[in-house]
């Protein structure tokens, strides 16, 4: 699924891929409180249009013990090859805290460890409160999460109000 305005290109994307459908609800979601941009299933799409964008979301759900979700996994080396130097990008990982406690939101860890080193302005980070009961993640760096986390299988209850709160934070950044 792609919904490109030509008319806003340098403007805002999410780029998403979504094995169950979470991610793509969560990302559809993000959009809707931020308000009109752009949603990019890489899975259709891949990721090179990422180019065409100053601002970049990336959507990324954890799978296995700390894998990334597999259209991301494919499209990891064309991922790599991005110029981030000139973007903003925030960032969201799904992780099940429960069943795999150790290695919570760990893609969303490994994005970011990518992007680090890209120079890229990552903003966005989401604090880790009690309210979490993982063991564990990468997406972890100086207490703080690198993106917004969230579990859809133990607390999707909380999602809606964690959007909304994170999508506050980053829409001066981003928008």
């Given amino acids: 699924m792609i919904y490109i ?6 403007a805002t994307a999410i780029f998403y891929a979504s094995s169950t459908g979470n991610t793509e609800i969560i990302s559809k979601e993000i959009a809707k409180e931020l308000g009109d941009i752009d949603l990019i299933d890489i899975a259709d799409n891949g990721v090179s249009s990422i180019n065409e964008y100053t601002n970049v979301i990336l959507g990324v759900a954890t799978w296995g013990e700390g894998e990334l979700q597999d259209d991301w ?4 080396d064309n991922f790599k090859s ?5 973007k903003t990008v925030a960032l969201f990982g799904l992780g099940d805290q429960e069943g795999y406690g150790e290695n919570y939101v760990d893609a969303m860890g490994i994005v970011h460890e990518h992007l680090i080193n890209t120079e890229a302005n990552i903003v966005g980070k989401w604090a ?3 309210e979490y009961v993982h063991d564990n993640s990468r997406a972890i760096v100086d207490d703080m ?5 969230l579990d859809e299988d133990n607390q999707e209850d909380l999602s809606g109000e964690r959007i909304v709160k994170w999508c506050e934070n980053i829409r001066e950044s981003i928008l």
């Fill in 128 to 130: 880790v409160t009690g």
């Fill in 5 to 10: 305005k030509k008319e806003q290109i340098m």
């Fill in 82 to 86: 991005i110029d981030f130097s000139n």
């Fill in 73 to 76: 996994d494919e499209e990891w």
């Fill in 145 to 149: 999460f690198v993106g917004l986390a």
